[in-house]
C-alpha cells in the first residue's frame, strides 16, 4: 500500500516545506485543487524544480478538455493526475489515452458519483490507473467516511487500482489496513499535525 500525502492547505513553500518533513515516509506528494486554484500549475513547477525524483500528483479534478489538461498537468512536473468520475466517458477515456501516451497516470476520483457500483465498473473498462472513493471536506463535516463506498469499488473493479480518501487519522488506520486499498490518501491527519513527520513515520510503520 502506497501513501499519498495531500497538501491543500499551504502556498508553495509551504508545501516545499511539508514535502522536505515527510519526505521519506511519503510515496506521492498531492498538489492539491486549492494549491492549483491559488498558485496555479507554475507552483507545480516549482515544486518539481525543488524535488526532481519524487512522485508528484497533481489534482485537477478534469471534467472537460481532457487531452489537454492532462497534458498541461505532464508539462508542468506531474507524474499522475485526476479526472472526476461524473465526467463524461469520452473525457475520461480521452485522459487516460494521453496519460498513457505520455508515460503517466491518472487517478478517477469518484467524489459525486451516486451509483458506485456502476460507474467503478464503466471506469475499470476505460484503463485508469487508480480509481479512488474520496469523501469530501463538506460530508467529513457530517460524519460520513469513505469506507462503505471504498468497498463497493473494490467490489467491482478487476484491474484498475484503488485508491481511498476522506478523513484518515492514525485512529482509523487498521480499518485501512481491512480495507486494503493500493493508494492510502492522507490530508490533515498528517499535513495538520504538530510533527507532519513524525506521524507521516508512523502511518508508515503502521502500514507495514
Not at 38 to 63: C, H, S, V, W, Y
Not at 83 to 94: H, R
Not at 95 to 100: E, F, G, S, T
Request: aromatic share 6%; charged share 30%; hydrophobic share 45%.
Amino acid at each position: 500500500m502506497k501513501i499519498q500525502l495531500a497538501i491543500d492547505l499551504e502556498d508553495v513553500n509551504g508545501a516545499i516545506k511539508l514535502i522536505d518533513q515527510t519526505k521519506d515516509s511519503i510515496d506521492i506528494f498531492e498538489y492539491g485543487t486549492p494549491l492549483v486554484i491559488n498558485f496555479g500549475l507554475e507552483g507545480l513547477a516549482k515544486i518539481r524544480k525543488q524535488f526532481p525524483d519524487i512522485t508528484l500528483l497533481a489534482d485537477l479534478k478534469i471534467m472537460d478538455v481532457a487531452s489537454y489538461e492532462v497534458d498541461q498537468a505532464f508539462k508542468y512536473g506531474a507524474d499522475i493526475t485526476t479526472i472526476l468520475g461524473v465526467a463524461e466517458d469520452q473525457s475520461i477515456k480521452d485522459a487516460v489515452k494521453a496519460a498513457h501516451e505520455a508515460g503517466k497516470e491518472i487517478l478517477v476520483d469518484m467524489i459525486g458519483v451516486t451509483d458506485v457500483a456502476k460507474r467503478a465498473r464503466e471506469i475499470d473498462a476505460m484503463g485508469a490507473d487508480y480509481i479512488g472513493t474520496h469523501t469530501g471536506y463538506d460530508l467529513q463535516a457530517k460524519g460520513e467516511t469513505p469506507f462503505a463506498t471504498f468497498a463497493k469499488i473494490k467490489e467491482n473493479v478487476t484491474q484498475t487500482k484503488t485508491a481511498i480518501a476522506g478523513g484518515i487519522k492514525l485512529d482509523n488506520v487498521d480499518e485501512v489496513k481491512a480495507a486494503n486499498p493500493d493508494l492510502l490518501i492522507v490530508g490533515g491527519g498528517i499535513a495538520t499535525t504538530d510533527d507532519p513527520a513524525k506521524v507521516a513515520a508512523e502511518f508508515k510503520e503502521k502500514l507495514k
